[in-house]
């Protein structure tokens, strides 16, 4: 999990269970300090990975159609890279984007930025795709 904040992310609910599973976990502040690069590097190998993506991990000053808006969430352009660097990572077999409310969305600008950063992210993946395709033997 990455890019929890709030004051309630630590005690109870999904951070309790998360922690109860052994999910690896990163406050936004810790993914901000440490770079993206470096918590990818810390997620655990496997042979595939699915990627969710709750729109509320951005700054509620950009994406405000969310049912948890908690200041101290990531840029659009610091979600990139963070998505980048997931994408590096291995096999992605998929990914969803949750969380918009449309209720609150008056003029669109969430739904607009969460489709902006799927059409990123699938850059992404089919970057380190092709880089794969051209190494195999």
Known sequence: ML????????????ASDARANNATMFSASQ????????VAARIPAADAYYVTIDIDV???SIAPATGTPVPGGFSYYQMCELLDAL???????????????????HNNETSLLASYLGLR????????RAQDLRKAP
């Open 3 to 14: 890019g929890l904040r709030g004051l309630a992310h630590g005690n109870g609910g999904v």
């Open 31 to 38: 993914v901000m300090k440490m770079g993206p690069t470096a």
């Open 58 to 60: 951005l700054d509620p």
């Open 87 to 105: 994408a590096s990572k291995g096999r992605l077999v998929g990914f969803d984007i949750t969380e918009v409310s449309p209720p609150y969305d």
């Open 121 to 128: 992210f699938l850059e992404s993946i089919y970057k380190y």
